[in-house]
């Protein structure tokens, strides 16, 4: 009995690798196991980094916050302590982007957490 082989399937799947490397350098989209391992090892890193990414905008909008405040002589904690407890529901991206681009509008906002700022009291 002669032996039997999955040609076409066998194209399919490695033209499917190498289409999901193109654009990689050298044999890393020619060449069938160096493509497989490129791509993989790339779909890790995407995934990480989508991860990473969130993280990393987060602290981007607290370090624009924290750099209006400071002219303002307001500490980061303090002014968020203040929103929450005045139930201004404003999160981190929009606070940046309204410190960044429209300083004024985001003084007046500290100027008003300052007023109902309390001090600490000395034990």
């Given at each position: 009995m002669p032996r039997t082989r999955n040609v076409p399937y066998t194209r399919k799947r490695r033209k499917k690798w190498l289409k999901a490397a193109k654009g990689y350098w050298g044999a890393k989209h020619k060449l069938y196991k160096t493509a497989r391992l490129a791509v993989m090892k790339g779909w890790i890193s995407a995934y990480r980094e989508r991860k990473r990414k969130k993280r990393v905008f987060r602290a981007l909008w607290i370090t624009r916050i924290n750099a209006a405040?400071?002219?303002q002589n307001m500490k980061y904690s303090q002014f968020i302590h203040v929103l929450k407890e005045q139930n201004i529901e404003l999160d981190r991206k929009t606070l940046a982007a309204l410190a960044y681009e429209y300083p004024d509008e985001f003084n007046a906002l500290v100027q008003m957490c300052k007023g109902q700022e309390q001090p600490q009291k000395a034990d």
């Open positions: 405040l400071q002219s």
